[in-house]
Nanobody
């Protein structure tokens, strides 16, 4: 059973940056593609970024391309989401997940709140 714990969320002004971290325990993230999702109030949870097990393939949803960068450190069992030039519409709870690249997720974190003020 893999446990995922996100951190790094907070309140930031538009144009600012945050770096989210997702630390795994109980298993190794090298066995999984890793993903970041977000869910805004009253909306569905949507995929933001995904990265293959090796890190050779990465996906970003269109709205974050050029602003967000996902990375993974398999040795530290941690994945990251660097978020730059944040916009109010990026406000959401961000979740880390382990599973298949652009497919089903096996494990989820508890989420971290990101709030971007205008």
């Amino acid at each position: 059973q893999v446990q995922l714990v996100e951190s790094g969320g907070g309140l930031v002004q538009a144009g600012g940056s945050l770096r989210l971290s997702c630390a795994a325990s109980g298993g190794t993230i090298s066995s999984y593609a890793m993903s970041w999702f977000r869910q805004a109030p009253g909306k569905e949870r949507n995929l933001v970024a995904a990265m293959s097990r090796s890190g050779s393939s990465t996906y970003y949803t269109d709205s974050v391309k050029g602003r967000f960068t996902m990375s993974r450190d398999n040795a530290k069992n941690t994945v990251y989401l660097q978020m730059n030039n944040l916009k109010p519409e990026d406000t959401a709870v961000y979740y880390c997940a382990a599973g298949n690249m652009l497919g089903g997720m096996n494990y989820w974190g508890q989420g971290t709140q990101v709030t971007v003020s205008s």
